[in-house]
């Protein structure tokens, strides 16, 4: 843990988009690294801790989307979204996240994310309800392999500290991903995530399986965030 940074290093500018990351609630599986080591891109690996790596079902609304700091894109600028992702380190010791898959349902933001970056956005119908002390997120996948669902609904409990491990899970100050044949490091900053526990009431899942990753130990604690401030800066090749 000593080389691992707990807090965002300072984003390089230009900033090239500013958002907010709502309702947020954290799911992970342990998974076997040499299972996942080849949806790796070239110049990076899975990364462990204490010989194990994980698998993250991530639900969550996108808010106030902006290109830049100061252009808000009002169609696109508020979403919700599910993403699948597993954890990643390069060469320069870089922890990040891999994404699998992106549910989302705006479909100008599967082309535009896949056109530009590589990243594996898809196309769903989706629905984040909050009730009390409930949140629940529904998506249905529209393209590509249409059908795929995920229904996930958690209790949201009192704040807590994290764990060592989940702060590893939770501190990613960026991603990488393949595109026109070069791996890249795409960098975010955003505040220390307020985590609360939450309690799973239900879920039914199609999309770790889909992307290709077996689960292979029982599901850690869930997790759940109001949310943080997100930045990103300008990708950088890795590989």
Request: proline fraction near 9%; charge should be positive.
């Amino acid at each position: 843990m000593s080389e691992f940074a707990v807090h965002a290093p300072p984003l390089p500018r230009p900033v090239t988009f500013d958002q907010f990351w709502a309702d947020l609630t954290f799911l992970h599986w342990p998974v076997d690294a040499a299972a996942v080591a080849p949806f790796f891109p070239p110049g990076t690996r899975p990364d462990v801790l204490d010989g194990v790596t994980y698998v993250g079902l991530v639900p969550f609304v996108m808010r106030d989307l902006r290109l830049g700091t100061a252009v808000r894109l009002p169609y696109v600028g508020t979403f919700a979204e599910t993403n699948v992702r597993l954890y990643s380190v390069d060469d320069a010791g870089r922890h990040g996240v891999l994404f699998r898959s992106l549910e989302t349902e705006r479909l100008a933001a599967v082309a535009a994310s896949r056109a530009a970056l590589g990243i594996p956005y898809t196309w769903a119908k989706m629905r984040v309800t909050r009730g009390g002390d409930r949140i629940r997120y529904d998506s249905v996948r529209r393209w590509p392999r249409r059908g795929l669902r995920n229904d996930v609904t958690v209790r949201i409990g009192e704040p807590v500290e994290p764990t060592p491990l989940e702060v590893w899970l939770t501190a990613r100050w960026g991603a990488h991903t393949r595109k026109a044949g070069r791996t890249w490091w795409l960098p975010n900053e955003h505040a220390t995530w307020p985590l609360h526990c939450a309690e799973l009431v239900d879920v039914t899942d199609d999309l770790v399986a889909a992307a290709g990753v077996a689960v292979g130990g029982p599901m850690l604690r869930p997790l759940y965030s109001p949310g943080v401030h997100a930045r990103f800066g300008m990708p950088s090749r890795v590989a």
